[in-house]
């Protein structure tokens, strides 16, 4: 056997020994292979795995690991934030803390840079399958079929060439109990520490307590255990019960205490696992909802428990009251006191149910955000430009608990590279030439106790994003001309119309950034994919235009709101509120309605005439779409060229208004220089 030290400890001596029974003579070596390793191994040798193989081998590549990211986006997003506090504890140890996905795939990692090169040599790396079949033994791959925690050091791992590592990894199972990924922490095999395994365990439980929470984030969540101490730590159980009493899911702790299969827990009822019916519990925690309840279950064991939610059912009148008769909450932008806000977009305060106006991707983005508002989870918005990333922000804010703290919107595509340095982080005085002898507060310090918002991230400079995410991980921010950091607590929302995976594998966006801005991803659909159109020209109507100048409400007519349904909006939202904006300016003072002839110009060309004159096409232009034939006018006269309709449509309207050319243009949708130039032609 090569590859391993001539001095040896006892245990390698013999561990050597017990692969030389193995793999040379074929005898199972007895005692000095640990059980779940001498399985593997077994398993490795019928599968005809040959342990003196390269193992460099990369069968999926990067290709893989972008659709190996996509499906596991959930664990990923929001594991990434775990192996930062991991690696810390770690740091400059020689090892790295690593994600995989429940093929074994690895979709992240984060190390010393020594050992990571190292670890290459033998593709521990991002992109590199590392299941049993391909590798042999290894504390990923073995991890994920023994379904429990597993430690492979050295000379264990089946490959000879894998020798110089030694892995703990523990399985993460998702709220449904079944295997979602490894957590696994490899490093050198000489520097093996005895808590390695442990503190991968704790990782894991932590990063399953969170997947749990994401999940049921708008049901009701029960704590339990049978000892007090361990409700609100790792150790909990969790129950996921909805406002009518039915158990929707159960996390393997709070399994274990009941004695249930991960099969057979959704759809029970409450009731049918505890003495107390559930609107009993309500009540009690209703009135002091920070105490431990005393609770038996039907086989006569007592647990603590505590409830923990968004809003708790109303309290019953009577201890009997059960809560089947309450609907089901609407999963969106209902706030952590129960309040319903008003939706006036004049206020500045619109909420997340606000915006709820039938378009069925968009409230996919709604209830996906409702569920993170009350978490410390990044938000990511993507979107093109005027799709209203920066209102979605908003309402995301003055959804969730933070909705009374400021909210600070800063646009990194706006601001020079030289300032947004200053304007991020602010500065002490004197700081640096031209600087304001008081210094400046940046973004993130006002922003403390509420919500940031980064629109345009993907234009960030990349020196800023090494400093921002010094920033999010260590939650402090040192001002340009500092010494001292200063604490923030804030909420993250980003904003980008970029696609960041793409920015990334450009070398433009960090890649270990995007993974801590990335908490949760919403995709915002451009106005032209929208099914809800009427009912966003309503909500601007009502915002910008609540009443015309003669004291009535401002309408549109239904031939308009037609045209805004088929239009591509190349501007998006922004662009519809331009466009109402104004062709209600246009209105007379004695018009209510915006018809075809009151929309602004650019709509339909810079001359929707001379268009129609050379007989081009392209968009619609105002006259030739909606000026209504006027009663024996002549205008719908069969075989007449199109100049004799326009010059006849034109002397109608300019009847119509009594001969001013102002009012006749606005009606016709034209500027006066165009029309002077037409009514020549009629003369």
Same mark, same amino acid.
């Not at 996919?364 to 093109?384: S, V």
């Not at 000026?627 to 100049?643: F, I, M, N, V, Y």
């Given at each position: 056997?090569?590859?391993?030290?001539?001095?040896?400890?006892?245990?390698?001596?013999?561990?050597?020994?017990?692969?030389?029974?193995?793999?040379?003579?074929?005898?199972?070596?007895?005692?000095?292979?640990?059980?779940?390793?001498?399985?593997?191994?077994?398993?490795?040798?019928?599968?005809?795995?040959?342990?003196?193989?390269?193992?460099?081998?990369?069968?999926?590549?990067?290709?893989?690991?972008?659709?190996?990211?996509?499906?596991?986006?959930?664990?990923?997003?929001?594991?990434?934030?775990?192996?930062?506090?991991?690696?810390?504890?770690?740091?400059?140890?020689?090892?790295?803390?690593?994600?995989?996905?429940?093929?074994?795939?690895?979709?992240?990692?984060?190390?010393?840079?020594?050992?990571?090169?190292?670890?290459?040599?033998?593709?521990?790396?991002?992109?590199?399958?590392?299941?049993?079949?391909?590798?042999?033994?290894?504390?990923?791959?073995?991890?994920?079929?023994?379904?429990?925690?597993?430690?492979?050091?050295?000379?264990?791992?089946?490959?000879?060439?894998?020798?110089?590592?030694?892995?703990?990894?523990?399985?993460?199972?998702?709220?449904?109990?079944?295997?979602?990924?490894?957590?696994?922490?490899?490093?050198?095999?000489?520097?093996?520490?005895?808590?390695?395994?442990?503190?991968?365990?704790?990782?894991?439980?932590?990063?399953?307590?969170?997947?749990?929470?994401?999940?049921?984030?708008?049901?009701?969540?029960?704590? +339990?255990?049978?000892? &007090?101490?361990? %409700?609100? #730590? @790792?150790?909990? /159980?969790? !129950?996921?019960?909805?406002?009518? *009493?039915?158990?929707?899911?159960?996390?393997?702790?709070?399994?274990?205490? +009941?004695?249930?299969? &991960?099969?057979? %827990?959704? #759809? @029970?009822?409450? /009731?049918? !696992?505890?003495?107390?019916?559930? *609107?009993?519990?309500?009540?009690?925690?209703?009135?002091?909802?920070?105490? +431990?309840?005393?609770?038996?279950?039907?086989?006569?064991?007592?647990?603590?428990?505590? !409830?923990?939610?968004?809003?708790?059912?109303?309290?019953?009148?009577?201890?009997?009251?059960?809560?089947?008769?309450?609907?089901?909450?609407?999963?969106?932008?209902?706030?952590?006191?129960?309040?319903?806000?008003?939706?006036?977009?004049?206020?500045?305060?619109?909420?997340?149910?606000?915006?709820?106006?039938?378009?069925?991707?968009?409230?996919?983005?709604?209830?996906?955000?409702?569920?993170?508002?009350?978490?410390?989870?990044?938000?990511?918005?993507?979107?093109?430009?005027?799709?209203?990333?920066?209102?979605?922000?908003?309402?995301?804010?003055?959804?969730?608990?933070?909705?009374?703290?400021?909210?600070?919107?800063?646009?990194?595509?706006?601001?020079?590279?030289?300032?947004?340095?200053?304007?991020?982080?602010?500065?002490?005085?004197?700081?640096?030439?031209?600087?304001?002898?008081?210094?400046?507060?940046?973004?993130?310090?006002?922003?403390?106790?509420?919500?940031?918002?980064?629109?345009?991230?993907?234009?960030?400079?990349?020196?800023?994003?090494?400093?921002?995410?010094?920033?999010?991980?260590?939650?402090?921010?040192?001002?340009?001309?500092?010494?001292?950091?200063?604490?923030?607590?804030?909420?993250?929302?980003?904003?980008?119309?970029?696609?960041?995976?793409?920015?990334?594998?450009?070398?433009?966006?960090?890649?270990?950034?995007?993974?801590?801005?990335?908490?949760?991803?919403?995709?915002?659909?451009?106005?032209?994919?929208?099914?809800?159109?009427?009912?966003?020209?309503?909500?601007?109507?009502?915002?910008?235009?609540?009443?015309?100048?003669?004291?009535?409400?401002?309408?549109?007519?239904?031939?308009?709101?037609?045209?805004?349904?088929?239009?591509?909006?190349?501007?998006?939202?922004?662009?519809?509120?331009?466009?109402?904006?104004?062709?209600?300016?246009?209105?007379?003072?004695?018009?209510?309605?915006?018809?075809?002839?009151?929309?602004?110009?650019?709509?339909?060309?810079?001359?929707?005439?001379?268009?129609?004159?050379?007989?081009?096409?392209?968009?619609?232009?105002?006259?030739?779409?909606?000026?209504?034939?006027?009663?024996?006018?002549?205008?719908?006269?069969?075989?007449?060229?199109?100049?004799?309709?326009?010059?006849?449509?034109?002397?109608?309207?300019?009847?119509?208004?009594?001969?001013?050319?102002?009012?006749?243009?606005?009606?016709?949708?034209?500027?006066?220089?165009?029309?002077?130039?037409?009514?020549?032609?009629?003369?």
């Amino acid at each position: 056997m090569t590859g391993h030290p001539v001095t040896q400890s006892p245990h390698e001596s013999r561990l050597l020994e017990a692969r030389q029974q193995f793999f040379v003579r074929g005898d199972s070596p007895e005692g000095d292979v640990p059980q779940a390793v001498l399985r593997s191994w077994l398993r490795c040798r019928d599968s005809m795995v040959d342990y003196l193989a390269d193992g460099r081998g990369d069968p999926e590549g990067r290709s893989g690991l972008t659709e190996a990211r996509e499906r596991s986006e959930c664990l990923l997003n929001n594991a990434s934030g775990i192996m930062e506090h991991v690696f810390e504890q770690i740091r400059a140890s020689g090892s790295m803390v690593i994600l995989a996905d429940n093929q074994g795939m690895i979709l992240h990692s984060l190390g010393d840079p020594d050992f990571v090169s190292r670890a290459q040599r033998v593709a521990l790396q991002p992109g590199a399958s590392w299941s049993e079949n391909l590798r042999g033994t290894n504390a990923i791959g073995t991890t994920l079929i023994e379904g429990a925690p597993v430690e492979v050091i050295g000379a264990e791992h089946f490959l000879e060439r894998n020798g110089i590592l030694s892995c703990s990894a523990a399985p993460v199972f998702n709220p449904g109990g079944e295997v979602a990924g490894v957590l696994d922490i490899s490093g050198d095999y000489r520097s093996n520490q005895r808590h390695t395994l442990g503190l991968a365990r704790l990782a894991a439980q932590l990063l399953e307590k969170r997947l749990f929470e994401v999940e049921f984030a708008r049901d009701i969540l029960i704590a +339990l255990h049978v000892r &007090p101490e361990y %409700v609100g #730590g @790792l150790q909990e /159980g969790l !129950l996921a019960v909805s406002a009518d *009493g039915r158990v929707l899911g159960a996390n393997g702790v709070a399994r274990a205490l +009941l004695g249930l299969a &991960p099969g057979a %827990v959704v #759809g @029970l009822d409450f /009731g049918g !696992l505890f003495k107390l019916p559930f *609107g009993n519990l309500v009540d009690r925690c209703g009135r002091d909802t920070s105490s +431990l309840q005393v609770v038996e279950l039907r086989q006569g064991e007592r647990v603590y428990i505590r !409830l923990r939610c968004c809003s708790l059912p109303q309290a019953s009148t009577s201890h009997g009251h059960q809560y089947a008769q309450q609907p089901a909450a609407r999963p969106v932008a209902v706030t952590p006191a129960g309040r319903k806000p008003p939706c006036d977009p004049r206020n500045g305060r619109m909420t997340l149910e606000c915006l709820s106006t039938g378009d069925p991707r968009l409230q996919l983005a709604l209830d996906r955000a409702a569920r993170i508002m009350t978490k410390d989870i990044p938000l990511l918005i993507q979107g093109e430009s005027g799709v209203g990333k920066e209102l979605f922000a908003r309402a995301f804010h003055f959804s969730g608990p933070r909705q009374d703290g400021p909210f600070v919107a800063l646009n990194c595509a706006a601001i020079p590279e030289n300032l947004i340095e200053s304007e991020l982080f602010g500065y002490v005085g004197g700081a640096f030439t031209g600087a304001r002898r008081e210094g400046s507060v940046g973004k993130i310090q006002q922003a403390h106790g509420g919500t940031l918002f980064l629109d345009e991230i993907g234009d960030m400079p990349l020196s800023m994003q090494a400093r921002l995410l010094r920033v999010l991980q260590e939650r402090c921010v040192t001002p340009v001309g500092a010494q001292r950091n200063v604490p923030v607590d804030i909420s993250l929302v980003c904003a980008t119309h970029r696609v960041l995976r793409d920015s990334v594998r450009a070398g433009s966006f960090r890649e270990d950034l995007y993974y801590r801005v990335n908490g949760l991803t919403v995709t915002l659909p451009p106005l032209r994919d929208r099914t809800d159109i009427r009912s966003i020209v309503s909500i601007i109507l009502d915002a910008e235009v609540p009443e015309s100048r003669s004291g009535g409400p401002v309408r549109i007519s239904e031939q308009v709101l037609d045209f805004f349904e088929h239009y591509p909006w190349p501007g998006n939202v922004r662009q519809l509120q331009n466009v109402i904006r104004v062709a209600a300016a246009l209105l007379d003072d004695d018009e209510n309605e915006i018809l075809p002839v009151h929309l602004p110009e650019e709509l339909f060309g810079s001359d929707p005439m001379d268009d129609a004159e050379s007989g081009q096409g392209g968009a619609p232009n105002a006259v030739s779409l909606f000026a209504a034939p006027a009663t024996g006018s002549g205008l719908a006269a069969g075989a007449r060229s199109l100049d004799e309709i326009e010059l006849d449509a034109i002397a109608v309207v300019m009847r119509e208004v009594g001969g001013n050319v102002s009012a006749a243009a606005r009606r016709l949708g034209i500027s006066r220089n165009t029309l002077y130039r037409k009514i020549g032609r009629m003369q």
